[in-house]
């Protein structure tokens, strides 16, 4: 385990985050809207963690390039992943789909619909596409495309090596900062704890039982399906095609999943899934660097599995009847727009939108789930951001790009 997950005191950094979790939760319940007061503080801890984004995906790309030297073994580890990201993100929402078969969440619940709230435009598909490539590189940093940053980092990165000991100048200043970078994640990291209190504090504050209870069975569902995608599924996978213990990779992610779960942000977890993969994990920085940015913009697992759920929850509590094709035309259209659902709080809602236009689900509909959805959305982040690490994970034993003995916990791993 990393030197800088253990705090002088001696207790895993990762117990210190668990327990700000259960003690948000307490304090949020006790305190109600007064929690409020609290909510600067998390504010302040996300803001920290998103501040390295754009300079720590761009860094750590580019020396993960640079380290492997190879563009092609880039694109057959890009392959992978994306075929992999796409794979488990269709068995989410299938897994999203028979659970809300078998549990039934909107049979025999009366709602009224609220025609009040609009979940707003989503994205067409094909503006996803081909806004890819960034027509101005420093304006994608400025905005914080990741996609566009991604892709102009490769084509630099490879550039760059492609040019020999003349890119050595501008390699060194590039690795350097991502050192510096990885250091700073752990500083911040730090303020863990107290951070992920006072963002569940607000949250739970919020969100008393009174608002929950009528959606209680549909929540449950969404967190049953959750905890199997990760549990069953990831687990499955990293023990049966990896021959890894599932067990280091659940410990070794917790760090970035707790983040996820309290920020609802995949992408604003993406510096701390970064730091998990490389000192937990022990994926080397090529993979890690490029597998999870590209995972924390395109891979929603649980934003997929929660379309699935709430489709059919709809479907149950307006007797709307679905027939097969409208079962793969829920699989086909939740999976793409999951892709184009954006890493950040209640992208997924809106994406949503484009599955009930499919299916001819009434879209007002979402104004019920729109009053709970935050809880949706930590649970869903969670597995998202859950989801990119496995796939990582995947692909970097696949490619000899892990360091076994970090990932069992024989070795200390970078100490940034
Ligand atoms: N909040 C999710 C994420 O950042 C996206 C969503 O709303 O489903 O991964």
């Not at 668990?18 to 503080?41: E, K, N, T, Y």
């Not at 970097?396 to 892990?402: A, D, H, L, T």
Request: proline share 4%; aromatic share 6%.
């Amino acid at each position: 385990m990393s030197k800088s997950t253990h705090t002088r005191a001696g207790i895993p950094l990762w117990q210190k985050i668990m327990a700000g979790l259960v003690l948000g939760v307490i304090a949020g319940w006790l305190l109600g809207d007064h929690a409020q007061w609290l909510a600067p503080i998390g504010e302040l801890f996300i803001n920290a963690i998103k501040m390295l984004i754009v300079p720590l995906v761009f860094t750590s790309l580019i020396s993960g390039i640079v380290s492997m030297g190879d563009p092609a073994k880039m694109g057959r580890i890009g392959g992978k992943a994306v075929a992999l990201y796409l794979v488990t993100t269709a068995f989410a929402i299938t897994l999203g789909l028979l659970a809300a078969s078998i549990f039934q969440p909107g049979t025999g619940v009366e709602m009224q619909m609220d025609n009040s709230v609009s979940p707003g435009e989503a994205p067409s598909l094909t503006d996803i596409l081909v806004g890819l490539v960034p027509t101005n590189p420093i304006s994608a940093m400025v905005e914080g495309n990741i996609l566009q940053i991604i892709v102009f980092a490769i084509a630099l990165g490879v550039s760059l090596v492609l040019i020999g000991e003349r890119g050595q100048p501008v390699i060194r200043v590039i690795e350097s900062t991502a050192e510096a970078l990885y250091k700073l994640t752990s500083l911040i990291m730090a303020c863990a704890p107290v951070g992920v209190f006072a963002l569940i504090a607000v949250v739970a504050g919020e969100y008393g039982l009174a608002v929950l209870i009528p959606l209680l069975k549909v929540i449950g569902v969404v967190y049953i399906a959750c905890i199997l995608h990760v549990l069953v599924i990831y687990s499955g996978l990293l023990a049966l095609v990896a021959r890894l213990n599932p067990k280091r990779y659940l410990t070794g992610s917790l760090d970035a999943i707790v983040i996820a779960f309290s920020s609802a942000s995949s992408a604003g977890s993406l510096p701390v899934s970064i730091r998990c993969a490389r000192e937990r994990l022990g994926i080397s920085q090529g993979v890690a660097g490029f597998v999870l940015p590209v995972g924390a913009t395109i891979n929603m697992d649980g934003t997929a599995l929660y379309m699935g759920v709430v489709a059919l929850f709809v479907a149950q509590l307006t007797g709307t009847d679905l027939s097969t094709a409208d079962y793969v035309m829920i699989v086909l259209t939740g999976t793409l727009a999951s892709i184009g659902t954006a890493g950040v709080p209640g992208a997924g809602l809106i994406m949503l939108s484009i599955v009930f236009a499919q299916t001819n689900l009434p879209l007002e509909a979402l104004g019920l789930i729109a009053g709970i959805d935050r809880i949706l959305d930590m649970a869903r982040t969670a597995v998202n951001v859950s989801g990119d690490l496995m796939v990582t994970t995947l692909v970097g034993k696949s490619e000899r790009e892990i360091d076994l003995d970090i990932y069992n916990g024989k070795s200390v791993g970078h100490t940034s």
